[in-house]
């Protein structure tokens, strides 16, 4: 289904008075917040369309990888293609690069990236789009600021957006929204739902037709002004027949419709895709499912986008966790433990491994993995998103472990938290 925005004229001025100031030297970074579904990167994407400006998107997964995940996904093509070198230091953020620096410089590593973007834009504006903030790794969010310094220089303008309801206070996003306010490097569009006569205008165009007083009601009732809950209301509708009597109750009720047409083979991809992630590797779900090839064409009932070099994605975050919530438990602990079986063999990221043996709860292998991933992070100085790990180390730490004792654990989390490198102590064994 095609993207509709309807009743964000207000937002999308604010949004193109920001860009503009950005690219003029003004504040440099633009949060764009809102609920799940109210539709802050359909916002974001028609503003970027309808000024022509070019774009470098990635967005944050709720199980990242690796540190610096969001953003490597970001830059990682225009990197790879981008003719003579760049600057070493970028292997903080693209290991498969070289060596990191020994000692981390947020400044520096800011600086590179934004001479990578400088010439990316050629003189010319250019967006770095960094979509689901509130699930982004910390060393990406600690970055934000030193970018917003290092693009003074330069017409980039960095875009976030983050769920205003997935926000806890203790948040990362939080420290840093407030010190690029302070330092009046921010702009900020909140996104609010739509009213009832936007939704109606909304279905109207969806159906192809108005909708008469009481099926807008229905669907208005039920999408409680939420944009993307009306488009799947709407598909719903055309598949039942657009009366009110068959809306369905919300996002997850109309999916299950959708889904219920799926193959016994299709269910069980469909399935193993939604306890990959929104955004996924294919091959480990082929694997997963014995299958030889993605079957041509599948998109889980208009669930999933197209394959796109070897990944695939979910349309949106809440037709997600639509599909993985309709897995029962035990199977959704078996689909996450063969995942990480999978993956294990293919050598993926140690975090994104240890979060499948998590959910699968496989505890043990979990805590190994996690150490694995506080490495990873502290060999690219992503300190905080080793401190996390280990704390979830600490978490799952059983009372009665003859292996290496939870106070050293302790001592490694402390020791990054002051900025030392634990990783040589992360990896003894008592």
């Known amino acids: 289904m095609v993207r509709v925005l309807v009743g964000r004229d207000a937002e999308c001025a604010v949004l193109s008075r920001a860009l503009a100031a950005a690219q003029g030297r003004g504040a440099p970074v633009v949060l764009v917040s809102g609920e799940g579904g109210v539709g802050k990167t359909t916002l974001v994407e028609h503003v970027l369309a309808r000024t022509g400006t070019p774009v470098l998107s990635g967005r944050a997964a709720a199980w990242p990888g690796a540190a610096y995940d969001v953003l490597a996904r970001a830059l990682r093509p225009a990197v790879r293609d981008m003719a003579g070198p760049v600057p070493p230091v970028l292997a903080q953020i693209f290991p498969?690069?070289?060596?990191?620096?020994?000692?981390?410089?947020?400044?520096?590593?800011?600086?590179?990236?934004?001479?990578?973007?400088?010439?990316?834009?050629?003189?010319r504006p250019l967006a770095l789009f960094l979509d689901d903030l509130q699930w982004a790794d910390q060393a990406t969010l600690g970055l934000l600021p030193a970018l917003a310094d290092a693009a003074g220089d330069i017409p980039v303008v960095l875009i976030g957006c983050y769920r205003s309801d997935e926000l806890p206070r203790d948040h990362r996003l939080r420290a840093v929204r407030a010190q690029l306010r302070r330092s009046r490097q921010l702009a900020e569009v909140d996104v609010g739902p739509l009213d009832d006569e936007d939704v109606a205008r909304m279905l109207a165009h969806l159906l192809g037709?108005?909708?008469g007083p009481a099926l807008a009601a229905a669907v208005a009732s039920r999408a409680e002004g939420i944009p993307f809950a009306v488009e799947e209301l709407a598909l719903a509708l055309r598949d039942g027949g657009a009366s009110a009597a068959v809306v369905p109750d919300g996002i997850r009720e109309a999916v299950l419709l959708r889904t219920a047409r799926l193959s016994g083979q299709e269910r069980t991809l469909l399935e193993t895709a939604a306890v990959a992630g929104q955004e996924f590797d294919i091959d480990p779900v082929l694997a997963v499912c014995g299958l030889p090839a993605w079957p041509d064409g599948f998109t889980g009932a208009g669930l999933l986008t197209e394959v796109r070099d070897g990944r695939a994605a979910f349309r949106h975050s809440l037709t997600h966790e639509a599909a993985y919530a309709d897995i029962g438990w035990s199977r959704r602990r078996d689909l996450h433990r063969e995942l990480a079986r999978t993956l294990a063999a293919g050598a993926a990221a140690p975090a994104l491994i240890a979060m499948h043996q998590l959910a699968a709860r496989d505890f043990e292998a979990a805590r190994e993995a996690l150490i694995a991933a506080a490495d990873a992070h502290c060999a690219v100085h992503a300190y905080r998103d080793a401190a996390r790990a280990l704390r979830t180390v600490l978490e799952h730490w059983p009372a009665d472990a003859r292996c290496r004792p939870a106070g050293q654990v302790r001592g490694d989390v402390l020791g990054i938290r002051r900025g030392r490198d634990a990783a040589p102590r992360a990896r003894r064994r008592a």
């Open 96 to 123: 498969e690069r070289g060596v990191p620096p020994a000692t981390p410089d947020p400044a520096a590593l800011a600086a590179a990236v934004c001479s990578v973007l400088g010439r990316l834009a050629a003189g």
């Open 209 to 211: 037709t108005k909708p």
